[in-house]
Each structure stands twice: as structure tokens, then as C-alpha cells.
């Protein structure tokens, strides 16, 4: 079994400030987790993944997560928000090698920035 | 090149009456997805394809829901009887194998009144 915990709902940041979006994990697997983003009327985009190999994992727009397997945590951090950052969140999870059709999805974060 | 294509955009309809959703993957991808989005809750997993064949079928809410690949392709997911709770915007994915990174399309709002 698995399942994934995005700890807030909605994070509003000012422009230039950090961003933090966090989830924790629970796998019976060595799991494989990601971060998409969902931007308005867009479809999900896939901003990072972690399968195993460095435990801080940079993706694209400048964010990154750092997978801690003694938190069982996979936050995702942004050292400087932009206004382009404002969307949906999404914290996923399967076991390590399975297939797509096993992913989970987090319920979400809606990150806001503030001029 | 193109990316994933749903249609409709959005789609109003009775309750009880039938709809049709219909995905168009990315050029040879083989394996393709349906998620629903309802609001508040993350992506709830229905149905998956490799080529035309769906191995796994448990993740449709009700027997009113179904789906069909034909020609390894188009993707068309049909909801019988509609009810008020179906509302809910339906996203498809595909990708080149069930490993590879998914392509999302940029989904289909439904609402049953």
C-alpha cells in the first residue's frame, strides 16, 4: 500500500521569497516519487522525479526536493518564487520500478505569490 | 510536435443522459491514462490502456463507466446515467511505455445538473 500527504492546501509567498511545499510518503516499497504542476486550463506538467539514485533531485523552473527516507519526506523548495511559480502542486508516489497505472496523487497545494 | 489533445473542453449534460470523452494521445505512445479530478482531492486513478488492451479495470467508480482504445490510439471513456457526482474535470495521460514520464492533456470539465 501507499499513499502521499501534502501537509498544506494553499502556501502564498511574496516574489523573491523561498517557496516550501511539503509532503510525506508512505510506501511498503522503496518508493519512486514526483512533483508535477498544474498551471490554469493547462494540463499536468511532471517538474522533477526521484528513482533512487541522488536524494536531492533538481527539476525544471528552478525547483528541486530532497528525498529523506528517515522523514519519509519529499519537499519541494524554490529558492526565489516568480509570479510564473502561481499553480497547482502535486506530491505522487509509486513503488520503485512499477509502471504508471500505481501512481498516487496528492491532493494538492495552490501556491500564490504576492507582488 | 503535437501534445495531448481531450475534447471536450467542457461538457454540460442532464442528469441521466450519456456522455462521451474522447483522448487523443501523443503520436506512438503506446500505453495511455484517465484520471478524475474532482474538487479538493487530488487525481483518483480510473483506467489504464497498453495498446487497446485495459489490464486493469477496478479503478472505474460504477459500472456506468467505460472506456475503449481502438487502433492503439484514440481513447474514448463513456459514463452512462450520468449522476450529479460525476461532475469533476477528466484528465488523460499518455506515455511511450508504462515507465516512461506521462504527458497530460489539458482535460475535460464535466457538469451534470
Known amino acids: 500500500a501507499q499513499s502521499v500527504t501534502q501537509l498544506d492546501s494553499h502556501v502564498s509567498v511574496s516574489e523573491g521569497t523561498p517557496v516550501l511545499l511539503r509532503c510525506n510518503y508512505s510506501?511498503?516499497?522503496?518508493?519512486?516519487l514526483f512533483w508535477y504542476v498544474q498551471h490554469p486550463n493547462k494540463g499536468l506538467q511532471l517538474l522533477l522525479k526521484?528513482?533512487?539514485?541522488?536524494?536531492l533531485v533538481k527539476g525544471i523552473n528552478g525547483f528541486e526536493a530532497e528525498f529523506k527516507k528517515s522523514e519519509t519526506s519529499f519537499h519541494l523548495t524554490k529558492p526565489s518564487a516568480h509570479m510564473s511559480d502561481a499553480a497547482e502542486y502535486f506530491c505522487?508516489?509509486?513503488?520503485?520500478?512499477?509502471?504508471?497505472?500505481?501512481?498516487?496523487f496528492g491532493t494538492g497545494t495552490r501556491l500564490t505569490i504576492i507582488p | 510536435g503535437a501534445g495531448v489533445s481531450q475534447s471536450p473542453s467542457n461538457k454540460v449534460t442532464e442528469k441521466g443522459k450519456d456522455v462521451e470523452l474522447r483522448c487523443d494521445p501523443i503520436?506512438?505512445?503506446?500505453?495511455l491514462y484517465w484520471y478524475r479530478q474532482s474538487l479538493g482531492q487530488g487525481l483518483e486513478f480510473l483506467i489504464y490502456?497498453?495498446?487497446?488492451?485495459?489490464?486493469?479495470k477496478s479503478g472505474l467508480p460504477s459500472d456506468r463507466f467505460s472506456a475503449e482504445r481502438t487502433g492503439g490510439s484514440v481513447s474514448t471513456l463513456t459514463i452512462q446515467r450520468t449522476q450529479q457526482e460525476d461532475s469533476a474535470v477528466y484528465l488523460c495521460?499518455?506515455?511511450?511505455?508504462?515507465?516512461?514520464?506521462?504527458?497530460f492533456g489539458p482535460g475535460t470539465r464535466l457538469t451534470v445538473t
Open positions: 495521460a499518455s506515455s511511450l511505455g508504462v515507465v516512461g514520464e506521462q504527458y
Open positions: 510506501s511498503s516499497y522503496s518508493p519512486s
Open positions: 526521484y528513482t533512487s539514485a541522488a536524494t
Open positions: 505522487v508516489v509509486t513503488a520503485y520500478n512499477f509502471g504508471n497505472e500505481k501512481l498516487t
Open positions: 503520436s506512438g505512445h503506446t500505453a
Open positions: 490502456f497498453q495498446g487497446n488492451s485495459a489490464p486493469d
